[in-house]
């Protein structure tokens, strides 16, 4: 369905119609996505602090290098960290060669929780994908990449 249909808005500028349309489908996705995470008592940002994590692969990560790769920049790092210590599903240590520094590490229980998740997630990326050929999905990263570039 048009945006214009969707928001009731007819006459919209490209330009416009183009922004709505990346704001609306965005929530469709956050919404879709956020459905799959609370089911794990998980928020998307806890999520993304988990694959970090694991992404390190056994080597721990400060909040400034968790803070840089975090999808949502303004999500508050030490919240999120909090509550996945509460859920023991991350580590938090002082380093020993910076006591300023803290680092997190990824538990087996957050490794078992997102080997879990990592079906649910691929199957929530394929619905949507699932629309366009592998061709325009090429397109629509290329051309994403360059609408964000100011």
């Known amino acids: 369905m048009k945006i214009e249909n969707i928001i009731k808005s007819p006459g919209m500028s490209t330009s416009k119609k183009v922004m709505m349309n990346i704001m609306y489908t965005q929530n469709v996705i956050g919404e879709n996505f956020n459905e799959t995470m609370k089911e794990h008592d998980l928020s998307p940002e806890q999520f993304n602090v988990l694959r970090i994590l694991r992404g390190q692969k056994g080597k721990p990560a400060n909040m400034c290098v ?85």
């Open 66 to 150: 968790i803070q840089e790769r975090m999808i949502a920049k303004t999500s508050n790092t030490t919240r999120l960290v909090d509550k996945l210590l509460l859920k023991k599903l991350v580590t938090r240590e002082v380093c020993e060669e910076n006591r300023r520094k803290m680092e997190i590490l990824i538990t087996e229980k957050g490794l078992e929780l997102l080997k879990e998740l990592d079906p649910l997630v691929e199957g929530h990326e394929e619905k949507f994908a699932n629309n366009l050929t592998p061709t325009e999905l090429e397109q629509l990263n290329t051309l994403l990449e360059k609408y964000r570039t100011i």
